[in-house]
């Protein structure tokens, strides 16, 4: 059961604009949610997360977006940078406190 | 910051042979250790979860004779993948759940396995 869905495999934006990335969750129950960055052969790094009781958090260029009513949440990036490249992907925590990923995203911000 | 160290970053295995990966927390004690495996273009699926002093539990379609886990220790887990095959190549990678008011879980730096 996927319980987290990250839609689009690819997203590519150029430096300076913003990036938006998706995720959809059909568990109405999970706490908070997580977003992780991955470079390739390297474990995921933990970026910014929301609690289930906010609609917004921001740190930095980052910010993320939660519509509990469309169990849908958005991580914005502005002004995207070349290092911003990576897979990024959604998270949130499962019944055991094991950590449930959507498919990921690759962003590619492009010079 | 919380670190986990996972060793071997990269392996190259003969089928039939075993392999362990190691995961280390360095500056905190880990009772849990969430081990997940990522195949290409695929997101990280959770395999077991190892808790210090009793028998890991399995997710489904798990086999927990060849996925050995071993939590021995407050700082450290291991996983061996016994009997390898080509199909267990994949990359490997344990996770601690987060500490005091943090909610990051922190992760290895991964091990890719390759079975030949």
């Known amino acids: 059961d996927q319980q987290v869905k990250q839609n689009s495999p690819s997203l590519s934006v150029q430096e300076g604009r913003i990036s938006i990335l998706n995720c959809d969750y059909t568990?109405?129950?999970?706490?908070?949610f997580l977003w992780y960055k991955k470079y390739p052969a390297e474990g995921p790094t933990f970026l910014i997360s929301?609690?289930?009781?906010?609609d917004k958090n921001e740190d930095g260029r980052f910010t993320v977006f939660l519509n509990k009513s469309a169990k849908h949440l958005s991580l914005h990036i502005v002004p995207s940078q070349p290092g911003d490249s990576a897979v990024y992907f959604c998270?949130?925590?499962?019944?055991?406190?094991?950590?449930?990923f959507g498919a990921g995203t690759r962003l590619t911000v492009k010079p | 910051g919380a670190v986990v160290s996972q060793h071997p970053s990269r392996v190259i295995c003969k089928s039939g042979t075993s392999v362990k990966i190691e995961c280390r927390s360095l500056?905190?004690?880990?009772?849990?250790m969430f081990w997940y495996r990522q195949f290409p273009k695929q997101s990280l699926m959770l395999m077991a979860t190892?808790?210090?002093?009793?028998?890991?539990?399995?997710e489904q379609g798990v086999e927990k004779d060849k996925f050995l886990i071993n939590h021995a220790s407050l700082t450290l887990s291991t996983l061996t993948v016994t009997s390898a095959h080509p199909e267990d190549s994949s990359f490997y990678i344990c996770?601690?759940?987060?500490?005091?008011?943090?909610?990051?879980?922190?992760f290895g730096s991964g091990t890719r396995l390759t079975v030949v």
């Open positions: 190892s808790n210090e002093g009793s028998k890991a539990t399995y």
């Open positions: 998270a949130a925590p499962g019944r055991f406190r094991d950590m449930r």
């Open positions: 568990n109405s129950m999970f706490d908070y």
């Open positions: 929301i609690s289930s009781i906010k």
């Open positions: 500056d905190f004690q880990a009772t849990t």
């Open positions: 996770s601690a759940p987060p500490r005091g008011g943090s909610v990051g879980y922190t």
